[in-house]
Each structure stands twice: as structure tokens, then as C-alpha cells.
């Protein structure tokens, strides 16, 4: 973990308390976890590090509910600071930790306090996860072209259609499910419904598997009946209610990036003073430390504008989709560039599966494409420049 000095002019005193227990909690707890061999013990492995998240009190900062008083206030930095210390260790565990946060939002904002009740404890205890279930095969990037429809008779939704490229799909408790209310109307007519997954009608297609280890898979909802208090937030709304959860943790997906990019040039750094060849250790070699010095640039302008963006969130801010498109834009096209540099440094052993930057060079490519696009995040910024 890089210190905190870098990030300190965003920080309230309590967080610099926070950096050092959750890098203490991660050392025991998370660091020592063996890399999962395949989606199955990913899965395993998931919920076993929300079990841990929750018992030591840190999951409970994925799901601020400001209705409970034993929950920790509304503190994006502090989930940042999570975020890339768990990044740094370890990807499943940030996702698994992003998801609970990412899957608890809409409920957060927009559920009835009979439903945040009945989740948000167990949530914030580590004994249900959730899931963000927005993207189609038809509809990624372009969130109008969901396809899912929710119909209501008389006392209860009826949901129709399929979300893939899920994350925790199969192994969640709940789903934030995104669904067509109002046909025709493109992202005005969509609305936002929690969908437990016990849920009559609700199935588990099958997992997606991707290169490194995350949860991720394919529900579809055939009559998935639901009560109507499951609507999350205003009918007609949820477009609002959905963007309004990305910007707010878009600058975690960066603190993430950061996280693993610290990791890659820690790594890079210890190999390169250890290593010799032509007689002198690589960090000798000045195009070695030229590289070294980049990795290093990239990672501190990310840290800046992540908490730069964090901070905006937290203090209420009018800037939150700029800074929190251009935090997530830089830091993870940068994570990539950095990992790359690291893996380059490692020579062979950079590619071998068992070394850590290999691990990381296939965990950090996804960062560039969910929860927005780069592309998407260039255009967020153009709207909004000021
Ligand atoms: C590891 C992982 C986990 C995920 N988890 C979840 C999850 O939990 N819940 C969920 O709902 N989704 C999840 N997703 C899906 C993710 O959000 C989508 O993949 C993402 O939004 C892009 O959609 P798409 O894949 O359909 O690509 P497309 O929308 O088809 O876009 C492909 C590419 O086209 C370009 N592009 C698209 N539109 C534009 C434009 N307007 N201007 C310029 N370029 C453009 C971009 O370069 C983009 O990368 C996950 C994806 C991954 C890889």
C-alpha cells in the first residue's frame, strides 16, 4: 500500500485510522487466501470473503444505511481506502466488496423501510450479497436498449426477460434488476426493482467466465413474480436511480485501479533490485528506473483525482459524474498501463500464471470496460466540461 501522505489534504483525520485497520484486517484476513483455480472455488472463495467482510465490520461500509445507528455514516473515501487496499491484495475481494455496495445503492436510495429492514442488516453483516443486475445482451453501454419488462396486475410486478455478464449471478442473495415499466420510452420508461434470489421465476442460467476469478453469469426471470413494495425508488425512474449509483461509486472503481497498481509496481520494484543481469541489478538501468518512474506518476495522479472525486461525493458537490468519470477514466487506463509496465519488468516469470502480475494483468482489464465504459466516461466528462 503506497501512503497516505499523497491523499491526505482529502482526508478527515478518522480516515488515516481507517487506511491502517482495514490494511491490518486485509494482511490477516485476505492476503493469505490462496488464488482461486477455478470459477467454482471463486464462488466458494466469494462468499467466504464476505463472511470475513462482514464479521470484522467492514462490510457494513458498502451499505451506509443512515436509518441504524449502528451503521457507519455515508463515507466514500473510506469505502475508496477499503477499495484499493483490498484491490491491492486481492481482485475478488474489492469485487466482492464493490458488489455489496453497488447492489445495496438503489435500495439504499429508493427502498420502502420495510425492505431496507428486511436487507441492509444482513448486508452490512456479510450474510446476504448482492448483485446489480442492469446489462443485456442487447444493452450495455446503451442502458435504453434493455429489453427486460416488469408489468404490474393488480398487487404484484411480473418480470420478464434476461441480464447477463452479472456479477455474483448464481451465488447472490439479491438483485437490483433493472426492467422496462414503460415500453417505448427508452431510458424514461425504465424502472428499478430488488429481486430476491429465491424469487419465483428467477434463474440461474450459468456462469460467464472470465480469465481471472469473478463470480460473474447469466439470470433470467420467467414470471418472476414480485410484490409491488419491491419497486426500488419512482416508477418511471429508475434510469435516474441507476446513474445516480455509478456516479456515485465510480471513483471506488478507480480507488480499485490504484489498489492495483500499487501492487504491480511494488512488485515490479522488488524484482527489479533483486534481479541482475549484464552484471548490475535491473534497477540500475536507467531505462528500468524511466519505467519505474512512470508506473509511479500514473499511480499518484490516479490516488489524486480519485480522492479529489471522493471528496466531492462526500462533501455534497456539484461535480460528482465529472470528477468520478474522469477519476475512473484516468486511474484505470492507467492501472492497465501500469500492470503492463510491471509484467515487462518480470520478464517471463510477469507471464507465468502463478505470478501476482500476471494475476493482476488479468484482473485490471475489466476495470477499463464495467460500470462504464472509457469511452463512456470521455463522453461523460465532454458534457460536463466546464
Ligand atoms: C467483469 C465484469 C463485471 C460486470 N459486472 C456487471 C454487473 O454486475 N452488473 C451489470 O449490469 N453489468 C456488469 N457488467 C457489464 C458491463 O457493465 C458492460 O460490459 C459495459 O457496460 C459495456 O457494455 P457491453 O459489454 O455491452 O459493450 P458495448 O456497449 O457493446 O460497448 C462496446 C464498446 O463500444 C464502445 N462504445 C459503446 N458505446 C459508445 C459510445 N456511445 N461512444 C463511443 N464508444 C462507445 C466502447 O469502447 C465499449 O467498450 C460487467 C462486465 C464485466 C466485464
Known amino acids: ?58 462490510a457494513a461500509f458498502a451499505a451506509p444505511d443512515g436509518d441504524r445507528p449502528d451503521s457507519p455514516p455515508a463515507d466514500l473515501r473510506a469505502a475508496c481506502l477499503i477499495r484499493e487496499t483490498l484491490a491491492h491484495a486481492s481482485p ?93 420510452a427508452g431510458t424514461r420508461g425504465l424502472s428499478c426493482f430488488l429481486v430476491p434470489a429465491d424469487a419465483e421465476g428467477l434463474r440461474f442460467v450459468g456462469p460467464q467466465i472470465l480469465s481471472a476469478p469473478h463470480p460473474l453469469g447469466e439470470i433470467e426471470l420467467a414470471g418472476c413474480r414480485l410484490p409491488t413494495d419491491h419497486l426500488l425508488g419512482i416508477e418511471n425512474e429508475g434510469f435516474k436511480l441507476g446513474m445516480r449509483t455509478l456516479d456515485r461509486l465510480r471513483a471506488t472503481v478507480a480507488a480499485a485501479a490504484c489498489g492495483m497498481a500499487a501492487r504491480a509496481l511494488a512488485e515490479a520494484r522488488r524484482h527489479a533490485t533483486e534481479r541482475r543481469q549484464f552484471g548490475r541489478s535491473l534497477d540500475d538501468l536507467q531505462l528500468v528506473q524511466a519505467s519505474l518512474a512512470e508506473m509511479a506518476t500514473d499511480l499518484e495522479s490516479s490516488r489524486l483525482l480519485t480522492y479529489r472525486a471522493a471528496w466531492e461525493v462526500d462533501r455534497g458537490g456539484e461535480e460528482v459524474s465529472y470528477r468520478s468519470a474522469m477519476a475512473k477514466l484516468a486511474a484505470t487506463e492507467a492501472a492497465q498501463r501500469v500492470v503492463d509496465r510491471a509484467v515487462q519488468i518480470l520478464g517471463g516469470r510477469g507471464v507465468l500464471a502463478a505470478s501476482p502480475v500476471d494475476h493482476l494483468y488479468r484482473s485490471v482489464r475489466a476495470l477499463r470496460i464495467y460500470e462504464g465504459a472509457s469511452d463512456i466516461q470521455r463522453l461523460v466528462i465532454a458534457r460536463r466540461l466546464p
Open 92 to 184: 475478488l475481494a474489492d469485487a466482492v466488496f464493490a458488489l455489496q455496495a453497488l447492489g445495496s445503492r438503489p435500495l439504499i436510495d429508493g427502498g420502502s423501510e420495510d425492505l431496507r429492514a428486511r436487507w441492509l442488516p444482513r448486508v452490512a453483516a456479510g450474510s446476504a450479497m448482492a448483485a446489480f443486475a442492469m446489462t443485456e445482451p442487447d444493452a450495455g453501454s446503451d442502458v435504453g436498449g434493455i429489453r427486460t419488462e416488469a408489468v404490474r396486475s393488480r398487487d404484484e410486478w411480473v418480470l420478464e426477460g434476461r441480464k447477463w455478464l452479472i456479477s455474483n449471478a448464481g451465488i447472490a442473495d439479491f438483485y437490483t434488476v433493472f426492467a422496462v415499466t414503460r415500453p417505448g
Open 1 to 58: 500500500m503506497p501512503s497516505v501522505t499523497t491523499i491526505e489534504p482529502f482526508l478527515d483525520p478518522e480516515h488515516l485510522e481507517t487506511a491502517a485497520a482495514v490494511e491490518e484486517f486485509v494482511a490477516e484476513k485476505i492476503a493469505p487466501l490462496p488464488a482461486a483455480a477455478d470459477d467454482d472455488e471463486g464462488r466458494a472463495q466469494a462468499r467466504e470473503i464476505l463472511a470475513r467482510l462482514g464479521s470484522s465490520g467492514w
